[in-house]
Nanobody, 119 residues
Framework: QVQLVESGGGLVQPGGSLRLSCAASGSSFSINAMAWYRQAPGKERELVAH???????NYADSVKGRFTISRDNAKNTVYLQMNSLIPEDTAVYYC?????????????WGQGTQVTVSS
């Protein structure tokens, strides 16, 4: 089993920045990658950014150039640096531990952290 705890959400003005953190514990043989998802009110959950099994990164077109996923293996923590935030980025952000093989397959979810972009 894998446990994930997100932190770092909050209210930010358009153009501002936030950094989300996801602390992971436990282990599973079905896990070889990590990701961030988000879900806005009335919309489906979408994949925002993820690592591949080889350590490369992929991003949704809507966040390319603004968001950066990174990790600190010593701390078992994954981050999502979000810059140039816009109101459309408002959502609950979820950390996920999953499996990558030609695509990302989610397995374990965190509880989510709210990000609100508003003036």
């Amino acid at each position: 089993q894998v446990q994930l705890v997100e932190s770092g959400g909050g209210l930010v003005q358009p153009g501002g920045s936030l950094r989300l953190s996801c602390a992971a514990s436990g282990s599973s043989f079905s896990i070889n990658a990590m990701a961030w998802y988000r879900q806005a009110p009335g919309k489906e959950r979408e994949l925002v950014a993820h690592f591949t099994s080889g350590g490369n990164t992929n991003y949704a077109d809507s966040v390319k150039g603004r968001f950066t996923i990174s990790r600190d293996n010593a701390k078992n923590t994954v981050y999502l640096q979000m810059n140039s935030l816009i109101p459309e980025d408002t959502a609950v952000y979820y950390c996920n531990a999953g499996y990558y093989s030609g695509g990302y397959y989610p397995r374990y979810w965190g509880q989510g952290t709210q990000v609100t972009v508003s003036s």
